[in-house]
């Protein structure tokens, strides 16, 4: 299954984008690419990485709405073995739909040279622009513009993640051919309503793009003057002369900002905003998922906090996007665009029936499990020790508390004086030690302040 997974995960392009509209998350354009990419983390990282952020009952009470499953009246009663033989017999396939076209060279060879020459636009001075990975918000949503453009001026914030205040005064989309009402119809909606200026539409197969121009709060389609020109309406003093960017599509070739602009030598001059600070509370993330049987609403805050970094990878077997805790929080997130209900649907029941029997069984047998855990840390311990040269090791998280521990828990052990270039080594060498926990190492003196805390009330040495 793994090799079916990772061609299928192939098909996703890098820089994907993961958006929030209507307080759903939308992946490459559309709630069928975000089924498809759940689908796909829930085969790679297995059914207990969304139980683990979801109450037991509701998994249950979704399992019996979805599958007419037996009820379970008492958790602590549950009858494992008629459950394995209940779901063992249902008959399903899930069904999402697949990636059938990627996005070819020309239009990634034409969106790379249009983003260098806007990029090299802050060298004179008339404004910023941004790319695929930064988000854009526009009141509750957040998109990933392709290119974006913004004069700052005190009118924009600009975060470390994530652009917002009045909108940018050029947006730009290229369009993906079976998405393309999404950036024609759907996302033009949205930038008409919020006030964007100028939102231009590129459509790389048939050479063409769409001027739009805000004209009385509705967009009006505009054309190139004869001579082949467009004078940008929302940066005076900017023309963009899109001819030589068709000759650079088949074979890369690199553009300077003079090549695809002309610029007034009197355009008005505005000062470069610096990035406020990151926009988010940390805090959140303790919060969990407000998961339901029924889709919940995401917030912009909640989106931003848990929205990795759209790079897509595959690691060990499984999908991989930004991060361990980038997983977690697109899974989340899922859940809460799906509801619980729907999500069952994307597996087999016998692959969510043996999630939570595990769950259960790690609830009923806390201590014996954290035994388990706590085996393996001392083996650790001792590898830490001999061939990496710590000092001191201790322990902090819910491993030394006395709630039970699920699969996004980590466990993060403290080390003292590891000598000079061993950090790195020791570090893989302890998130590779265990495939059932997920070990965590530190070094004592780059603790955070949150960890430090931890350290001062609970640390356990090992």
């Not at 690419?33 to 683990?52: C, D, E, P, T, Y």
């Not at 805050?301 to 595959?314: A, L, M, N, S, T």
């Amino acid at each position: 299954m793994t090799s079916d997974l990772f061609e299928e995960y192939l098909q996703w392009q890098a820089k994907t984008k993961i958006e929030l509209v209507e307080q759903k998350l939308i992946i490459g354009k559309s709630l069928s690419g975000s089924r498809l990419l759940f689908n796909q983390i829930l085969r790679g990282w297995k059914a207990i990485s969304a139980v683990a952020l979801a109450p037991e009952y509701l998994w249950w009470q979704a399992l019996n709405i979805a599958f007419g499953a037996p009820a379970i009246p008492d958790l602590n009663a549950i009858d494992a073995a008629y459950l394995r033989s209940w779901a063992s017999e249902v008959i399903f396939t899930p069904q999402v739909t697949k990636l059938t076209e990627r996005t070819g060279r020309k239009s990634s060879n034409i969106r790379e040279t249009l983003y260098m020459a806007f990029f090299g636009l802050r060298w004179v001075g008339i404004g910023q622009s941004l790319g695929r990975v930064f988000v854009n918000r526009l009141g509750g949503n957040a998109f990933m513009p392709d290119i974006l453009f913004y004069k700052g001026q005190g009118l924009n914030r600009l975060y470390d993640y994530y652009l917002e205040g009045r909108p940018p005064e050029l947006v730009i989309e290229f369009i993906t051919p079976e998405y393309t009402s999404y950036d024609t119809e759907t996302k033009r909606a949205y930038y008409e309503a919020a006030g964007v200026p100028e939102y231009w539409i590129f459509d790389t197969e048939q050479e063409n793009i769409k001027f739009l121009r805000l004209e009385n709060g509705v967009y009006q389609r505009q054309h190139l003057s004869d001579d082949g020109r467009y004078e940008v309406s929302s940066i005076p003093g900017l023309t963009f002369l899109p001819a030589k960017l068709w000759e650079a599509a088949d074979d890369f070739t690199y553009l300077k900002e003079s090549d695809l602009f002309e610029i007034d030598s009197d355009a008005p001059k505005v000062e470069r905003i610096k990035p406020i600070g990151e926009g988010i509370d940390w805090s959140r993330g303790q919060l969990g998922f407000a998961t339901m049987l029924e889709p919940v609403p995401i917030s912009f805050e909640d989106y931003i906090y848990w929205c990795p970094e759209p790079k897509f990878e595959f690691v060990d077997g499984k999908p991989y996007i930004g991060s361990r805790d980038g997983i977690k929080g697109l899974t989340g997130m899922f859940l809460m665009t799906f509801g619980l209900v729907e999500s069952v649907k994307l597996l087999h029941p016998i692959e969510w029936v043996e999630a939570l029997l595990a769950v259960r069984f790690a609830v009923q047998n806390t201590q014996e499990y954290k035994a388990q855990v706590w085996q393996l840390l001392h083996k650790t311990a001792i590898l830490l020790r001999e061939k990496y040269g710590a000092s001191r090791l201790g322990v902090i998280g819910k491993l030394v508390k006395p709630e039970p521990l699920n699969f996004w828990d980590e466990i993060t052990i403290v080390a003292w004086n590891l000598p000079s270039g061993q950090m790195g080594k020791a570090y893989l060498a302890v998130s590779e030690f265990s495939e059932s926990f997920y070990l965590h190492l530190i070094d004592a003196e780059d603790a955070t302040d949150i960890q430090l805390d931890e350290m001062a009330s609970g640390l356990v040495e090992i």
